[in-house]
């Protein structure tokens, strides 16, 4: 994880051991985002002795997008800078389930909240040097747009590095649905078979 820029994570929660990523935006609803991360920490924590092959491949996927994250660097270098309608103000993005068990799992510091905006109303991570947010805690969705300038430029570069990166985004995208089925799947499994669910020890 790189370091934190403010030097301020602060300790969000204490039962949790939660930390949430500062950041000076408007990050609206902060409270109930971290409210419901609070949740789903307990929830994980509760779990977690199952939850072994779901925590290798969260591993896996964070291994995937270390990986894409120069080539993604590199592309934006070439491209953002100049860019008439930064995606990071026209699109909407958010954190979803997936984002959210990956960082649970790896027991990454949690954005301090949604990255949700109106069209056209710049994301609240969104500082003027870029995102204000680490890699590896951006939503996966930043990762997989590919704009149409940069499917340019990657046409230009040729097709062995367009297939090689939209395999990479790909793979990773098919790693991040392995995780998930695999937490739900062994949490099901364990609410199932724990005696407190059984009829018997019911009432
Ligand atoms: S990814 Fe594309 S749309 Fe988004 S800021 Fe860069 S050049 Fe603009
Ligand atoms: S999280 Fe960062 S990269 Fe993603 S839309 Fe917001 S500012 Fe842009």
């Not at 969000?12 to 609803?29: E, R």
């Not at 309608?85 to 909407?92: D, L, V």
């Not at 990255?115 to 947010?133: D, I, K, M, T, Y």
């Not at 098919?174 to 018997?200: C, L």
């Amino acid at each position: 994880m790189a370091d934190d820029p403010n030097g301020s994570i602060k300790k969000a929660h204490a039962k949790t051991n939660l930390y949430f990523w500062p950041c000076d935006g408007d990050v609206t609803q902060a409270s109930r985002w971290q409210e419901s991360n609070c949740t789903l920490a307990r929830l994980l924590a509760n779990h977690r002795r199952v939850l072994g092959k779901a925590i290798s491949v969260a591993v896996e996927i964070r291994r995937g997008i270390d990986d894409l994250v120069p080539s993604m660097a590199a592309l934006c270098h070439r491209t953002c800078r100049f860019c008439p309608e930064p995606c990071c103000i026209s699109n909407t993005v958010w954190f979803d389930l997936r984002d959210l068990l990956l960082f649970h799992l790896l027991k990454d510091p949690i954005p301090v909240g949604q990255a949700v905006s109106e069209p056209g109303v710049p994301c609240p991570f969104l500082s003027h040097n870029g995102c204000r947010l680490p890699p590896r805690i951006r939503p996966w969705m930043c990762f997989q747009y590919i704009c149409p300038t940069q499917r340019a430029v990657l046409k230009k570069r040729g097709r062995p590095m367009e297939t090689a990166l939209l395999g990479m985004i790909k793979k990773i995208d098919k790693t991040r649905i392995r995780m998930e089925a695999e937490v739900i799947r062994r949490i099901k499994r364990r609410i199932r078979t724990s005696p407190s669910s059984s009829p018997a020890s019911s009432g």
